[in-house]
């Protein structure tokens, strides 16, 4: 029995796998397909927060392929329009992390209501999570379209806390990204980082209230 009265996950990063687009990207720059997908990851951030900044809104499918256009560029690689899209589409259909289906199960068998809040449009959330058959561990399923604008700006934690009509000291937010997990905190969540990969958290003034190394550590938490 969990002393929250909802759970609100991220989810590039924390419950799916963003890296596993690698392997398509291995095949077109043969040896270089990590390099090629955090550099396509950290574009693809940046301009979410970017656009925000600038005060302007696009939707994350645009922004992700930017991103990649960005990341050809720079390595120098000429790509198809056509292949440009079915790359960014891998974005649509990543895994879970391994651990995630059985602990979101024991998750829900708490009777906490889970969520997620994502920085992915409506599309890009459900596609994502209708391909890994998880779409029934979920009570809502959020995407910062409706607020246009992105994680980490305050509105876009407001939609998990209005959406799940709790107090926010009551909702747990769960991400593995520490920009994310600084946003959330100083929106007034608790939050339990995922550190996957023994990272240091960043410097922006903020604490998690738990860390945990997957969310088996949060199942040990909550349950
Ligand atoms: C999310 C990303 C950006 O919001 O991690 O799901």
Redesign the pocket.
């Known amino acids: 029995m969990t002393r929250f009265k909802g759970i609100v996950f991220?989810?590039?990063?924390?419950l799916y796998d963003?890296h596993s687009v690698a392997r398509r990207c291995d095949a077109l720059l043969p040896g270089r397909g990590h390099e090629m997908s955090a550099l396509w990851r950290q574009k693809?951030?940046e301009y979410?927060w970017l656009r925000s900044l600038m005060g302007e809104y696009a939707p994350?499918e645009a922004i992700t392929e930017d991103a990649l256009r960005y990341t050809c560029a720079q390595l120098k690689l000429s790509l198809s329009e056509q292949t440009l899209t079915a790359l960014s589409d891998e974005y649509l259909t990543i895994q879970p992390h391994a651990e995630v289906p059985a602990a979101l199960a024991a998750l829900q068998q708490t009777g906490v209501a889970l969520a997620?809040?994502?920085?992915?449009s409506a599309r890009s959330i459900d596609s994502v999570v209708a391909h890994s058959g998880l779409q029934d561990r979920f009570a809502h399923l959020l995407s910062?379209d409706e607020v246009r604008v992105?994680?980490p700006h305050p509105l876009a934690y407001a939609l998990a806390e209005t959406k799940l009509d709790a107090p926010r000291g009551d909702i747990l937010f769960v991400?593995s990204?520490p920009w994310?997990a600084s946003g959330a905190r100083r929106f007034g969540f608790p939050v339990c980082w995922v550190n996957r990969s023994g990272n240091a958290f960043d410097e922006l003034g903020q604490k998690p209230t738990h860390v945990v190394p997957d969310l088996s550590g949060l199942v040990a938490l909550c349950c």
């Open positions: 991220d989810l590039y990063g924390t963003v693809q951030l979410t994350f997620i809040l994502s920085n992915g910062v992105f994680k991400s990204n994310d």
